[in-house]
């Protein structure tokens, strides 16, 4: 048997845009998988103590370099990218991070965290910027309803995803320069209000890749074509429509037949003029 032939139905080339969440599900694997790197090296470093933190941090400063061109990809081909965005623009904050933990460095903790203030403050400036333009389509009448929600939803949800983060970052700060007596558990507790506002984002973000797991179609498809007992059953649209009576049927026909006869009434009558046709 020629395998050509045998895997020529899962050849993501044939099928456009599939070809596009194939990369993307590759690209995001491959981010995934340094990003447990790091995660077990931390582990380590933590147990024994017998690394650098410089060195530790080396799979998310690739990372880190890496995203720029991945965040670029996405843009062309219309992907999600905020893990990738977030490593993008701190780069240099790792950097820092690294260079404090290994005390090279003896900068105040207000003074590490630069980076990741400027990155803040140009967050506020874009919050302050969809909150402005979210007042301005409300006062806006030409501008339609489904408009409005969504504009009011996203300056909302941008409010308590960047507002929270702030937060946390000053007391974080303050707290491991002795600044202020706070537990962690109430330093990183506005951290929870942003995570929970993620989620709620998430279900509003853009499609899924149809690649995960295989499926190669969407989630709600996959499951109606792998159950045919929810095809048969469960596939079925349903409309809240109130029952009207034999009374209301007959008071709205009359009011359609006024209707009717109000508007031939307002019709513009033409005279008629007889053309005579000459011998």
Known sequence: MNLQTLFQDFNPRLEGE????????????????????FELLVCDKLESSRHLWILVFIPLIFISIVSIAVCIWAVKHDRSFELELFCAVNVLQFIFLALRLDKFIAWSWEVVFVPLWIVMCLSLVGVLYTIIFAAILLRTPEVNAQQRRSSFHSALGYTFLVIPILIFQVLLANKLDDDIRMSYTAVVSPLFVSFITLILMSFSAKGGNKWWFGMRKDFCSFILGACPLLQEYANIAY????????????????????????????????PIISIEMPD
């Not at 599939?18 to 790197?37: C, E, F, R, V, W």
């Not at 009011?255 to 307002?266: R, T, V």
């Open 18 to 37: 599939a070809y596009i969440h194939y990369k993307s599900m590759l690209i995001s694997l491959a981010l995934h998988l340094i990003l447990l790197m």
């Open 239 to 270: 409309h809240s429509e109130r029952r009207t009576n034999g009374v209301e049927l007959e008071q709205q026909m009359e009011k359609n037949e006024k209707q009717l006869k109000k508007a031939d009434l307002m019709k513009p009558v033409l």
